[in-house]
């Protein structure tokens, strides 16, 4: 590969303030004190909100002299109904910051209404902020944001974006402000303790395929890279422990250490795997770790030009084979293991995904803000023979 000066150009950040380790919940009050939050605005799930994680946690503080409130109004693919639902209810309750509180919907939600609930009525839509544009720079600060993850994937609590569903169009929206960096993120990995081995599996191809396609990208950050390998590492050494023993409190913190280092190496860019599960996600409301990890095989065989030397040098760091020439088709065939390890689909056709809206979908895919990091540039065309690939199993 020819690297030339005029490639190594690129605008670096790295995250934020992590409370990381178990037991680490029991700073929630004083992480609220830190960050000026006196009357926090508890943002979650409503499976999660009847769980005694959150009771506990919601009782600790009252105990401290924070008073809150809870708002769980949300689908596990937030929408911006549930955005406005919960920016109504903050700023009823008159509250001042917000504690997200949960996995990636519940991440997610909670930073959208943060940045939403210091808008003016009348002022910038939410639509106006999507990745790449400049429109966030018109728009007021966010309020503080306190994240709590209770999954080892998404990553949101280290990240300035959130994904919302558009119901009017049907996509989902990467909304992005600076300000919507959690402020504070404690990582306590007890609150997975238990997580189902099935959205375990799912949240950690998650992390695995943020590492990856943040690897693979195309954009020069040596940062992100070395990120990104060694949360590969993480992935390959305690994912299948982790599914396999919810109790294991080693492999849980592992890996939520790689969650983590997923989204921020994710900073670098991510590419056609999640430029196709944000459309079949937003069409059949698929889980999306698991969606990447059904289309994930997929973009690499189709990446394959552009990404063999560096999936070589993945494999070989991973231990994964002792041959540089085999180490593209090793990686590939680790996907494919986990995969049939974790009881992953091999189809979008087991998604539910229709042939029927194969032309949509790639249409989708290809103005998706995440297909501009891909390796290899892909038009509707070739997202459409992706798609294709991904739902008959077509590996060649």
């Known amino acids: 590969m020819t690297i030339n000066a005029s490639s190594l150009r690129g605008n670096w950040s790295f995250p934020t303030t992590i409370w990381f380790g178990a037991g680490r919940i029991s700073t929630l009050a004083r992480a609220c004190t830190t960050l000026g939050i006196s009357r926090p605005f508890l943002v979650t799930d409503p499976g999660l909100a009847k769980l005694p994680m959150v009771k506990d946690a919601i009782a600790s503080l009252e105990a401290d002299g924070v008073p809150l ?40 939600a909670g930073k959208a209404i943060a940045l939403m609930a210091t808008q003016p009525e009348d002022g910038i839509d939410i639509w106006s902020m999507e990745e790449g544009r400049k429109d966030w720079q018109s728009a007021a600060t966010p309020l503080p944001i306190l994240a709590i993850p209770t999954t080892a994937g998404t ?29 504070i993120v404690i990582a306590d990995p007890e609150l997975t303790l238990g997580l189902p081995p099935l959205i375990t599996a799912a949240t950690g191809m998650d992390a695995l395929a943020h590492c990856l396609e943040a690897y693979c990208s195309p954009f020069h950050n040596p940062l992100c890279d070395g990120i990104a390998l060694e949360g ?70 189709r990446n394959r030009e552009a990404i063999e ?36 689909p091999h189809t979008t056709a087991e998604l539910g995904v229709e042939e029927s809206q194969l032309d949509g979908l790639a249409e989708a895919a290809t103005v998706d803000p995440t297909a501009l990091a891909n390796p290899v540039r892909l038009d509707v065309a070739g997202f459409r023979a992706l798609f294709e690939k991904a739902q008959t199993g077509d590996l060649s």
């Open 69 to 108: 409130t809870l708002f769980s109004e949300m689908k596990p693919n937030p929408i911006s109904r549930n955005v406005f639902d919960g920016v109504a209810a903050l700023r009823a309750a008159g509250c001042d910051g917000v504690i997200a509180f949960g996995g990636g919907s519940s991440l997610d």
């Open 155 to 183: 990553g949101s609590e280290v990240g300035r974006s959130s994904v919302v569903l558009n119901e009017e169009t049907g996509q989902k929206v990467i909304v992005t402000h600076p300000g919507m960096m959690p402020g």
């Open 232 to 301: 590969m590492l993480l992935v390959r050494q305690h994912l299948q422990d982790a599914v396999s023993d919810g109790s294991d409190i080693i492999a849980r913190s592992q890996m939520m250490a790689a969650a983590a280092m997923g989204a921020t190496a994710f900073q670098k860019g991510l590419g056609a795997i999640h430029a196709m599960s944000h459309p079949i996600g937003a069409l059949y409301d698929t889980h999306h770790g698991l969606t990447n990890a059904v289309v994930m095989p997929y973009v690499l065989l």
């Open 309 to 344: 030397e560096k999936l070589s040098r993945i494999s070989a760091y991973l231990g994964l084979t002792d041959s540089p020439s085999q180490g593209f088709q090793s990686f590939v065939e680790w996907t494919l293991e986990l995969r049939s390890a974790f009881d992953i």
